[in-house]
């Protein structure tokens, strides 16, 4: 039996409904020049959500490790960016993950540890992409702002 599962409906044109995991639909649009695009136009494409599911993938690790090295996390953010080649396929050749951390007193050896861990061990999509794109990877430590 498979780990994961996906379902694609087709709506119209070029749009379709996705289903992850017997999971509620998530908008999917493959076309920019789809029809009724005004009803999914929180659609996404599908190479934007392999950029999601990379940050989703990482961030679980991330989190995960964090919280074990005992880290007080106020808040959390990654932002992903891809550079597609010209050509057909058209596939990423260069990503970049951005993690953003809030936190009294975070550790900057155990987010970089714990980003690494991610990079290189744990993150199964992290594994795939690198395999075809180079993944450059930055973080920033902020404080939590006062509590007003």
Known sequence: MADHNAKLTWKQGMTFEGYT???SHLPTVFASGSE???EYDN???PLAMVLL???GCTAMDVIS?????K????AFEIEVEGDQVDEHPRVYNHI?????????DLSEEAVARA??????KYCSVNGMLKLGAKIDYRFEINQPEPQM
């Open 65 to 69: 490790i964090l919280k074990k090295k």
């Open 96 to 104: 970049t993950i951005v993690y953003k951390l809030w936190g009294k």
């Open 43 to 45: 659609g996404h494409s």
């Open 36 to 38: 009724n695009l005004a």
């Open 53 to 55: 599911a990379l940050a």
């Open 115 to 120: 980003i690494e861990l991610s990079e290189t």
């Open 21 to 23: 995991d017997g999971k």
């Open 71 to 74: 880290q007080d996390i106020a």
